[in-house]
């Protein structure tokens, strides 16, 4: 059964919506520049989602906005902290070529999460030293990862999934461009128990406990326009 446009899965409404007492707030969009993309025809669904995203959060003014690719390496479009305009659009569309490649022995996506908790980090000292202790601790960052959702590394994604949960402030959602033809909602994969095969749903052990399924470019401004309500309602919550 097809997840709805707007419907994140898990508790994810409620979380997006929460948070705690403080102010501000860091957007970083990380879009799957890798070579699958292409081939599963989700490039053009991936400019759509990053161009509305970014153009959005700047003209709403929630927060610094930053721009990483990644595939086989993680490279910084928009580095976090520079303000973000309407011309910086095609500069950004200019540089994901979709053209990464990674072999079974590369990790991409843990690699890019480890990447992003080295900058959220030094983003949220960097807070500090501007403001107070209490300032960078308040700080809400997150993260949208926007790619096709097909990763082989699922158990060493868990594990530091399970470190970012422990860390104050930060949520990483993950928007997945679904192809029809090839969907993850019918993909299954295989576990040994005992020496036999076991088949599970794919995304039934997907490791981003809050993500959303989007089949259709035409879905995607409804999608993001719910995220961003919540993200809203959550920094000003914050702000009171």
Same mark, same amino acid.
């Given at each position: 059964?097809?997840?709805?446009?707007?419907?994140?899965?898990?508790?994810?409404?409620?979380?997006?919506? @929460?948070?705690?007492?403080?102010?501000?707030?860091?957007?970083?969009?990380?879009?799957?520049?890798?070579?699958?993309?292409?081939?599963?025809?989700?490039?053009?669904?991936?400019?759509?989602?990053?161009?509305?995203?970014?153009?959005?959060?700047?003209?709403?003014?929630? @927060?610094?906005?930053?721009?990483?690719?990644? @595939?086989?390496?993680?490279?910084?479009?928009?580095?976090?902290?520079?303000?973000?305009?309407?011309?910086?659009?095609?500069?950004?569309?200019?540089?994901?070529?979709?053209?990464?490649?990674?072999?079974?022995?590369?990790?991409?996506?843990?690699?890019?999460?480890?990447?992003?908790?080295?900058?959220?980090?030094?983003?949220?000292?960097?807070?500090?030293?501007? @403001?107070?202790?209490?300032?960078?601790?308040?700080?809400?960052?997150?993260?949208?990862?926007?790619?096709?959702?097909?990763?082989?590394? =699922?158990?060493?994604?868990?594990?530091?999934?399970?470190?970012?949960?422990?860390?104050?402030?930060?949520?990483?959602?993950?928007?997945?461009?679904?192809?029809?033809?090839?969907?993850?909602?019918?993909?299954?994969?295989?576990?040994?128990?005992?020496?036999?095969?076991?088949?599970? =749903?794919?995304?039934?052990?997907?490791?981003?406990?809050?993500?959303?399924?989007?089949?259709?470019?035409?879905?995607?401004?409804?999608?993001?326009?719910?995220?961003?309500?919540?993200?809203?309602?959550?920094?000003?919550?914050?702000?009171?």
């Amino acid at each position: 059964m097809p997840v709805s446009p707007a419907a994140w899965s898990s508790s994810s409404v409620t979380s997006l919506g @929460g948070g705690g007492a403080g102010g501000g707030g860091e957007v970083v969009l990380a879009v799957d520049d890798s070579l699958s993309m292409s081939e599963n025809k989700r490039d053009r669904a991936a400019l759509e989602a990053m161009v509305l995203l970014a153009r959005a959060m700047s003209r709403l003014e929630v @927060g610094d906005i930053g721009v990483v690719g990644f @595939g086989g390496c993680v490279k910084t479009l928009h580095p976090l902290g520079e303000p973000f305009v309407d011309q910086n659009g095609p500069k950004l569309v200019s540089k994901l070529t979709f053209r990464q490649d990674s072999t079974l022995s590369d990790r991409p996506m843990v690699t890019l999460l480890e990447s992003l908790h080295q900058q959220l980090s030094l983003a949220r000292e960097n807070s500090s030293s501007r @403001g107070s202790a209490e300032a960078g601790s308040n700080l809400q960052q997150l993260v949208l990862i926007i790619a096709d959702g097909q990763f082989h590394e =699922k158990e060493a994604l868990t594990k530091v999934m399970r470190e970012f949960g422990n860390q104050k402030g930060v949520l990483i959602a993950f928007i997945v461009l679904d192809n029809p033809e090839k969907s993850l909602l019918d993909m299954q994969s295989v576990s040994f128990e005992k020496g036999k095969p076991k088949m599970t =749903k794919y995304l039934d052990s997907f490791p981003f406990p809050y993500y959303v399924v989007v089949q259709e470019s035409n879905q995607l401004p409804s999608t993001i326009s719910d995220l961003l309500r919540q993200w809203i309602e959550m920094v000003s919550s914050n702000s009171d």
